[in-house]
């Protein structure tokens, strides 16, 4: 199984943003998720989370502009990002229980980090 995250890049501040998680092989059924970031000269944090029963968790700097959810036609996990600040400049991160085919086992799995830039 693989991750791959995407949809990062550079936005003004104010602007919008879509990240996506993806698993291959295409078999791959994605479980609970979360979204990290690594901005500059910080440790990874995590912001927001969608539990195996897609509720939704985030860290309070993002409540109200982010919306983490399911894509159930593309099979991916998303993350909406409006009104973005400087501060959520960094490099994004998914992680999810995901098992590569119905009836496999879940394990849990890191995508390659995406990078976002938010200029002012």
């Known amino acids: 199984v693989q991750l791959q995250a995407s949809g990062g890049g550079s936005v003004q501040a104010g602007g919008s943003l879509r990240l996506s998680c993806a698993a291959s092989?295409?078999?791959?059924?994605?479980?609970?998720t979360s979204w990290y970031r690594q901005s500059p000269g910080k440790s990874r944090e995590l912001v927001a989370r969608?539990?195996?029963?897609?509720?939704?968790e985030y860290v309070d700097s993002v409540k109200g502009r982010f919306t983490i959810s399911r894509d159930t036609a593309k099979k991916t996990v998303d993350l909406q990002m409006n009104f973005v600040n400087a501060e959520d400049t960094g490099v994004y991160y998914c992680?999810?229980?995901?098992?590569?085919?119905?009836?496999?086992?879940?394990?849990?799995?890191w995508g390659q980090g995406t990078l976002v830039t938010v200029s002012s």
């Open positions: 992680y999810a229980n995901v098992k590569p085919r119905p009836g496999g086992r879940f394990d849990d799995y």
């Open positions: 092989p295409r078999t791959s059924i994605i479980g609970a």
């Open positions: 969608l539990n195996g029963w897609n509720i939704p």
